[in-house]
């Protein structure tokens, strides 16, 4: 899968982008900010994304918002866990940081399975 990263920390965005490396995938891009990740978002082609809840003191969800609308399927990576996520998105898949490759391959297979057409 081609996989788009949105992440501010740059050791954390490395080391998922590893870990989705070695569990197959493709990553296009790794996002630091906002305006980035609403930029690639709005036009990227990508597969899935990892969004992490709070870029640089910005919550994400406007960038989740453009996913939702285009259909893309997103997973939320965060250290505050599902309370972290507002009402409108607290269905959505979260993944708490820090996690270990076989949890975020898990999360993937569940959100691939969530697809209509999976």
């Known amino acids: 899968m081609r996989v788009l990263v949105v992440e501010d920390d740059m050791m954390i965005a490395l080391l998922i982008e ?7 995938h493709e990553v296009i891009d790794l996002a ?3 305006p980035r990740a609403e930029e690639l978002a709005k036009s990227a082609d990508f597969d899935l994304v990892i969004l ?10 406007p960038v989740a918002d453009i996913l939702a609308d285009r259909g893309i399927p997103f997973l939320f990576a965060t250290g505050y866990g599902a309370s972290g996520i507002e009402p409108a998105y607290a269905g959505s898949p979260v993944l708490t940081k820090p996690f270990l ?3 975020l391959q898990a999360a993937i297979g569940r959100l691939v399975a969530q697809r209509p057409y999976a």
Do not use: E, P, Y
Request: glycine residues 14%; hydrophobic residues 45%.
């Open 18 to 24: 590893d870990m989705l490396i070695d569990l197959g």
């Open 52 to 61: 992490d809840v709070n870029l640089d003191g910005r919550k994400s969800f």
């Open 101 to 103: 490759a076989g949890d």
């Open 32 to 34: 630091m900010r906002l």
